[in-house]
Each structure stands twice: as C-alpha cells, then as structure tokens.
C-alpha cells in the first residue's frame, strides 16, 4: 500500500498509462498539486490520435500487451506511446514495425478510400518514429521502434501496397495532403468524428485494459452511429485469472473516475459471472457521455477465459501464457476506496484526487 498522496497519484497515474512506476512518481512529483495528470489533448491532438486509435484497434499480429503498447505518455500537445519488443513465438515477417507501418501511414485505393491515418506523415527525429500531422503541430511518437528497421519496413510496405495498385499518399505528397486525404480534414467530415474524443481518450488511459487480470487479447472496432449521432465503439478484452464482476465494475469505474477518466457514466450492464464456465464467458458494459457535444458511445465486452478454455490456452501456449501472466496488474485496494469516494460524483467534483 502507497503511504503518502503523491504515491497514491503515481500508482493511479501507473494504473491508467502503464507508464513505469519510477516514471509515474517523477511526473507526479514534478507537477503541481491537484493537477491533472492525464491532460486533455488539443483540438489537432485529438483528431490524430484518435485516427491512431482506430488504425491500432485491430492488429494483425500477437502482441503480449493490450494493441502492442507497453505504456502512454500524454502531454497536451503531443503523445508517446511505447511499444513492446517483438513477440519470440511471432512470424519472422510479422513484426511490430511492419504492421505499424501497415496501419499508420495513409493510402488510398482506387475509390478514394483510405487506410491509414489520413494527413499523418512519419519521421525520424532524434532516433525516434515521429507521427505528424501535416498542418498542426500534433504528434504521436513511436517508442521502441530501431529507425532503420522501420525504414525498411515502410520500403516493403509500400512495395507490396503499390503492387496492389494503392497510391501512396504519405510518399506521393510527403508535404502535403494528398487529393484523397483532404475530404477528411474539414470539420464533421470522416476525419474529425465528433467522438474523437472517446476514442483519444481510450488511447490515453490504455493501462486499464491491464486491471482486468491477465490480458490474452483485446481487439477493436467501430459497430456502427450511437443513437446520439457519435461513433460506437466496441472493445473486447480477453483475460484470464481476473476479478469478475468486480474487475469489469472497477474498469467502468476507472474510466469514468472525476479527475482522471472520461466524462462518461454506464448506461447499460450486462453481467454473466454468476453463470457456470463454458455457458457464456462475455460481461458487456457500455459507457457515454450524458453531455449532448459529446456524442458516441463505447461497449466494453470482457470475456473471461475459465475452465476447459483457459486450461487449452495454459497447455497449448505455455510460454506465451506466462509472459502475459506478468502483465497483470494486482489493483491496490486503495484504488477501489478511492473509487467508492468518488462514485456518483458530479461534474463539479472532477479534480478529486485520491487522499
């Protein structure tokens, strides 16, 4: 247990970000008193890093941690995100660079639609990835990437996606945007979703996925319009050896903690945890904003792997299991009194901190 406030700060700022505990007791010793500690994104920022989001939320290969991401590091005008080594038991040509590269970096097929992250332009900075907004001063930073191996990354992808008849658009117009690019930049077009700021917002607090027990695997996607206009957004962690109901009721409390989650409230719960294993292993939770500026929604559907299921994963993947099995971060109980202090909060009371 964290004895005084500022460790209690970091360990909450640890829990959200993943960020290393040395790192999360600097920064918060570093800021001032009551401050927020993951700070809203600009406008710019916002729209950018939820187009990482999006691009990240269904990767195409194993990945230990939740998307790939060890931790995040928000600032207001930029964010790092820290990615893992490459998996031992991942194929020789699915690394992380490669399927980065893959998702990031903006192209256009034949009708105009894109994959990628439209307007974003990759650098290499000081030895490190740098995404960029063309236009804006919004940058995501790639950690844990060799620059080199993600130039011959972007070389390859490129090869294969030209073979496949795609433009390039971060190579065709490296300073500006391309032709197909441009539809999603004006405001309420494609590319500024008026729920950017749930899905920015994911990507910012991404270290919660971890509290739900050992992560097997989560994946993402957008269903369809929430009734309020925004964008639904479906999540799906996959854990073992969690909490059950009180792991899934915590990361909804997490996420809609005044001070340090989103301006959300659960609208719907559906918990199947008193159910025998093997008769349903999905919990679904859906959270949104009760403000009408701020459209969309996001569905959280745990699934918990129990008996025959997880003892399969245990045996058919040994090492891959313990590897993900370090990952789980034990919740301090601490986090859930705070949690119960603050639950049912008003929007006033949004800068509480846990005492």
């Known amino acids: 247990m964290k004895a005084t406030v500022v460790e209690r700060r970091a360990e909450l700022l640890r829990l959200y970000t993943g960020l290393p505990w040395k790192t999360a007791l600097a920064r918060v010793e570093a ?47 930029r964010l790092l995100i820290r990615f893992e080594p490459d998996v031992v038991a991942r194929r020789a040509e699915a690394t992380q660079a490669l399927d980065l590269a893959k998702a990031l970096l903006p192209r256009a097929d034949e009708y105009g639609e ?11 900075e000081d030895g490190k990835v740098v995404l960029r907004l063309l236009g804006t001063t919004a940058s995501v930073t790639l950690l844990g990437l060799d620059p080199d ?25 490296p300073d500006r945007r391309h032709a197909a690019e441009r539809p999603y930049r004006r ?30 695997a ?7 319009r929430a009734r309020d206009g925004g964008d639904r957004w479906i999540i799906d962690p996959t ?57 969309g929604a996001l569905e959280v559907r745990t699934i918990h792997r129990r008996g025959d299921r997880l003892r399969r994963i245990q045996q058919d993947h040994p090492a891959l299991y ?3 099995k370090e990952l789980a971060h034990a919740v301090p109980a ?10 049912g909060s008003s929007k006033a009371d949004r800068g509480s901190r846990p005492s």
Do not use: K
Not at 218 to 224: D, E, Q, Y
Not at 267 to 284: A, I, K, M, N, S
């Open 149 to 173: 191996e993600w130039r011959r990354a972007v070389e390859t992808q490129d090869r294969v996606m030209g073979s496949w008849g795609m433009t390039l658009c971060h190579q065709t117009r």
């Open 218 to 224: 989560v994946t993402g996607w957008l269903n369809s």
């Open 31 to 77: 800021a001032a008193p009551g401050s927020l500690l993951i700070p809203e994104p600009d406008a710019d920022q916002l729209v950018l890093e939820a187009r990482v989001m999006a691009a990240l939320a269904w990767r195409q290969i194993t990945t230990l941690h939740p998307w790939g991401i060890t931790y995040v590091d928000p600032r207001p005008d």
């Open 114 to 124: 894109i994959t990628g992250v439209p307007g974003a332009r990759a650098h290499v």
């Open 334 to 343: 601490s986090v859930d009194r705070w949690l119960e202090s603050v639950s």
């Open 322 to 324: 313990a590897a993900q």
């Open 187 to 216: 405001s309420g077009s494609r590319g500024a979703a008026a729920s950017d700021w749930l899905t920015s917002g994911l990507l910012r607090r991404v270290g919660v996925v971890c509290s739900l027990g050992v992560p097997l």
């Open 239 to 295: 854990f073992a050896e969690g909490y059950g109901p009180v792991g899934h009721r915590r990361l909804a409390a997490l996420l809609s903690a005044p001070g340090w989650g989103l301006p959300v409230t659960v609208v719907d719960e559906r918990c199947t945890c008193h159910l025998p294993p093997g008769y349903t292993d999905q919990c679904t939770t859906t959270v949104a904003s009760p403000r009408p500026e701020q459209p």
